[in-house]
């Protein structure tokens, strides 16, 4: 805790050099704020720079989410945030544990595997079968019921770069429903190719589900240069079998505690619905969480600061950071239940990375197309356009859906993010600084204009 | 061997359909044939993706370079080269074992890390430390004797990429001696930055050595993010001393076999010295070997038989498919010691990836000028310029340098080739094959030209 303390006092700097940087005391307007953070914001990066760097993987439900939590609650302590604190709520928590791969015949060598979320264990001796390659969730479901008897089904399906980040839903469904299609077919564990669209020997970790009443297999991710071997070796072996040896043995750790952190800018008029912004304290355990989502914890808390720097805002702007996304949205779901008498006045999460935002869109351009116009008017200084879309949220404003609230999606570039998603390689070096102080900007300029807003945000 | 055999038949396609594309029968010339090859060449291709998907990690004087060699004997033989054989040799043989690091204090998280060759091991129960830092090896140098005693030293030297790969040189002291001058001084162990020009949790492994009395100590390279992320640690922790546990557990086999792969395109005057071709077949244990060095085999084996098709060669085309390279040019050193007495006219090594060449040299432009210019002039179409310095020759061609012979360098784009040298990540995926093809044209023109060169090479 003394070097805690110590270096978050060194982070209070960055605020006190952007103070300085935006004006002898503080930026006239809003968008004196948003254009400085544009060019100088270094609090998102010392966010994100620090929990990296002090605290690292942050696994739901661990002791490590636990320091992540601690750590993030005296960051916004010594930042300025009041009424700051750690929500709990209890989960399952699952943790993995030894973890190999490798081909046995007719072409020894190793793979690069890791475990599913919720994956079974192979026991420390393992598995060893036959694998069966699926190209496709829909060729898996195809298969005769008993098929996979005694077989490690594989699925090969392939993930393509997307700036919308929309292949996830095409490529995701191998990792989230296949072990449980290969389990309920008797096959005795299941590999995919991850799900993401680098070609480093890091798998892509995650969660996957396994319907009522079928018993859990284990279930991996193998890198996908393995994975493209591996469909090499099938395309070389004509009729021989190839036999893999899967090690797995994660463990359910049972019911562990966890926590929603949140923090506030306190308004004028706290009487009025707060400003929601949410991202994820949790991150997997191979990486280090940085896009993952401490930019977005980094991004947010900044914004609030910053659209707070020319004057204090209307309405409250409360800083969600939740607990246990990763493996459930256990803490969205924990807040929303926590607080759903207390209506928000919007939402919008920041969880897709760190690079530059590209677009806009809300839930209310038909309710109040005043606001939605204004906040697009607003934006398109930093290259920010305005979908056509609907805003649906992200994965921790449950409480903003379930209040049927107004929501904004401000999306960012997903180009390379599932290069990065759920692998080791999630790491600080990854993040652009210059697209990063964009998000802040647009960030500050949307929060500023939301938390000055008078009337009700969706409309009547 | 009855996948392999069957691999190997369908390996020998390529062949048939570069013939066919290179005109009815044979190529009219060689320079048809080294043309024709730069589109169509898929023989380089085939080596290499059959050896990584086959055959996999292929570490010196382990069995899974005996199955590499015996992969590339079945190859040779089977695209029709004479005269092969597994030369064995005697060498002393490590491996690895458990390898893992973790901060224990202040900041708690686990780094990835790997074993350099010849480290000694920590135990199954690790060693816990603190960690001192030093810039450079320069740095290490100057610690004051006993300084280090119950430390582990840390060596943060960048590395930058570079076309001609000199930077190896520059950052490459960092491996090469750095533990020996750490265990001098009275470190427990000693961790250095990756030699490598990435930024992915891989670590990039190597041999290490300890001067003669100097007992070795457990050494590790920590991957770029993990070493970026320690930096970090010490900006933050102040005084406060930064403690590591380290657990690497290699072992010393003792003395094993390994064995030196050669084959022939045998010429008309097989009295007149061959040309010598070389590249070496085992690979660091942790990635597939594909451009370290399995593309370069390929591409010197393709040479040698595009370089045959228009017509069998004035000289013998000897190919060296060195064993054992990565651990200490056993293999080389075996081969001359076994060949001196038999002149070898000229030698060329490809082991440095499999990106495109860009240069020529030769270290007979003054003894020679006139086969120099011819060489100059005929692969100028392929975009090889022609330097100004006098060629070493690579590792495996000690007999060569030996016999004070004529050598051949050509110089392959290295940019990217450290982001991936002695890495898991060295695998089919990272070759490019329209610059692998370039290679291969190359190389047919200037094997070609060797081959059929009456003369003296490097001249009287």
């Not at 292949?167 to 296949?178: E, N």
């Not at 500023?448 to 009700?456: D, F, K, R, S």
Request: charged share 20%; hydrophobic share 40%; aromatic share 6%.
């Amino acid at each position: 805790m003394h070097r805690l303390a110590l270096a978050l006092a060194a982070a209070s700097l960055p605020t006190f050099a952007f103070a300085q940087a935006a004006g002898p005391q503080t930026p006239a307007t809003l968008e004196a704020s948003a254009d400085a953070a544009l060019t100088d914001d270094v609090l998102a990066w010392d966010f994100v720079e620090g929990i990296t760097t002090e605290v690292g993987p942050r696994q739901a439900g661990t002791e490590a989410e636990k320091r992540g939590r601690d750590w993030a609650v005296a960051w916004l302590n010594a930042n300025g945030f009041a009424n700051v604190a750690d929500e709990p709520f209890e989960m399952d928590t699952w943790v993995r544990g030894t973890e190999t791969a490798e081909i046995v015949s007719p072409y020894p060598q190793p793979f690069h595997v890791a475990a599913l979320g919720t994956s079974a264990s192979t026991g420390n001796r393992g598995i060893t079968a036959e694998v069966v390659e699926f190209d496709s969730v829909a060729a898996l479901q195809a298969a005769p019921e008993g098929s996979l008897k005694g077989k490690i089904a594989y699925i090969s399906n392939n993930m393509t770069p997307t700036q919308d980040g929309s292949q996830y839903g095409f490529a995701g469904p191998a990792r989230w429903v296949g072990a449980g299609i290969a389990a309920s077919k008797g096959a005795v564990a299941s590999v995919i190719k991850s799900v993401g669209t680098d070609y480093h020997r890091n798998p892509h970790v995650g969660g996957t589900s396994f319907p009522e009443g079928v018993k859990p297999i284990p279930a991996g991710a193998l890198s996908n240069p393995d994975a493209a071997n591996l469909e090499r070796m099938f395309d070389r072996a004509g009729d021989t079998p190839i036999t893999m040896k899967l090690v797995l043995t994660p463990r359910d750790l049972g019911t562990t505690t966890s926590g929603n952190v949140v923090g506030e800018i306190v308004g004028r008029d706290p009487s009025l619905p707060p400003v929601l912004v949410a991202c994820h304290i949790d991150s997997w355990d191979l990486g280090t969480g940085a896009i993952d989502d401490g930019a977005g914890c980094g991004i947010v808390a900044a914004a609030a600061k910053h659209a707070a720097a020319a004057g204090q805002p209307l309405r409250t702007i409360r800083v969600l950071m939740a607990g246990a996304e990763e493996t459930g949205l256990w803490g969205s779901e924990a807040y929303s239940k926590a607080h759903i008498d207390e209506p928000i006045a919007v939402g919008l999460e920041s969880d897709f990375g760190a690079d530059r935002i590209w677009k806009f869109e809300s839930n209310f351009a038909k309710s109040n197309p005043d606001l939605h116009k204004r906040i697009a008017a607003a934006v398109a200084r930093f290259g920010v356009s305005t979908g056509t879309g609907v805003a649906t949220g992200g994965a921790d404003i449950n409480i903003v859906r379930d209040q049927n609230g107004a929501i904004i999606d401000l999306s960012q570039d997903g180009t390379r993010y599932f290069d990065l998603h759920h692998t080791p390689d999630d790491t600080l070096d990854k993040i652009d600084p210059e697209q990063l102080r964009q998000n802040v900007a647009v960030w500050t300029q949307v929060v500023g204009l939301l938390a000055n807003e008078p009337g009700p945000i969706k409309g009547q």
